[in-house]
């Protein structure tokens, strides 16, 4: 194995060779992202006519979309992580995709609401392991100074995904009805993963890490990663952090198109194409800004990873409150791109900081653990919390108890911003005063 030196001196090694062909490689996994993201968002996107199929409240919609899902998507991801982190994670990866993509279709063939929960509850069963083995590959396919920047890449899966679901979900739905979008997007993902498990080669763990000389990379232990996690304030603030923005986004996310028709006047075909454009330019936008604005703040300090999303919130809430208060569709529309764009910096820079915080072979694992605390916190309890104060305003009389719903979200932009400023000074601190090295 060749040997570099660092800054110090100190010889250190590549353990293994990089994944070949890393383009494919990203774009492989960004595709089975896409797809992961337009499963789960296709609830959200078919709110009205499935309300009115099976005749479910606000808040039961919550639940689908929110807790329900999250129960089996964060928990789940736990013993997924430690099996991918101990095993091959290209096929945890595919037999994940197989898994969500048969999950999907049979929310298409539900006949009534209990049916659709358990559909859906399947569906985070199976996502669970579609995204921690993709941080890991995505780690030891590319070297510090460029994963931010893939990261970015791989997660324009949502607004891809997003961006899709509207304009494939809403048209087909409206051609024929609200159950075909589930059973072709299923069939296309169980197409999809046997594909990856085809084209995608494992990379060695650590590939493109500078490590000491002859560090193992032997497997990680189950519980003292987990205690590794719990105690680390640097790992934690990023995750609940990330989980304090997701309440916003994910809150926000499930309702949007419901809002946008219910209460801007939007049509169906309305939605198909012009949330769909708002969708991939203001989030795809702000993914590929933030990686790249990440990087380069990081190369100068760590504190980048945190002081990104806290600037970037700090200008996204006061946009977030006049798209509520817009009087019609288009003000709201453009009011809401940008938004987009600046809610999902914190995403790069959450995953790259833990991805480059813990061992080679504690990733998996530690992306399933920030996964778990911030979607439980985000993707559990923000469209959740949303559905059931739309249902409480709606019993209190209030008109718009959707929109005095959704107002309720704007607090947690200010617990994120407070809890990365936090971060921001942990990580400036730690550089300031490095730990000693040992005798």
Known sequence: MATVPDDDGIQRERQGAPAPRPRLVLAALTFVYVLNFLDRQLIGILAKPIQDALQVSDGQ???????????????????????ADRSN??????????????????????ANYGQLVAARMLVGFGEAGGVPPSYAIITDTFPPGRRAGAFGIYNLGPAIGAALGVAF????AQRFDWRMPFILIGGLGIVTALLVRLL????????????????????????????????????????????????V??????????????????????????YALVLAIGMGGGMVLSGRVVD???????????VAPAVSLAVAMPFYVAFL?????????????????????????SVALVQEEVQPNQRVLSGALLLLVMNFIGLGLGPTWVGFASDWFKLHGQTDHLQAALFTLTPFYLIAIALFLWLARLLRDAHSNPPRSSA
């Open 61 to 83: 919609l919550g639940l689908i979309g929110g807790l329900y899902f999250a129960m089996f998507y964060c928990f789940i991801a736990i013993p997924v992580g430690w099996l």
């Open 89 to 110: 994670r290209v096929t945890v990866l595919s037999l994940a995709c197989a898994v969500w993509s048969g999950a999907t279709l049979a929310c298409g063939l539900a």
């Open 169 to 172: 979900g809403a048209a087909i």
């Open 200 to 247: 995608v080669r494992e990379p060695a763990r650590g590939a493109t890490d500078p490590v000491r000389t002859g560090m193992p990379h032997a497997k990680a232990p189950f519980w003292p990663t987990l205690r590794m996690f719990f105690a680390n304030p640097v790992l934690m603030l990023a995750a609940l952090g990330s989980g304090a923005t997701q309440f």
């Open 249 to 274: 986004t994910y809150g926000l996310g499930n309702f949007a198109v419901l809002f946008l028709m219910r209460d801007k006047g939007m049509a169906l075909g309305e939605v198909a194409l012009w």
């Open 296 to 306: 380069r703040m990081t190369r100068r300090s760590r504190s980048g990873y945190a």
């Open 325 to 349: 208060w817009a009087p019609g569709w288009p003000l709201a529309l453009l009011l809401l791109g940008v938004v987009m764009v600046f809610n999902y910096f914190y995403l790069s820079a």
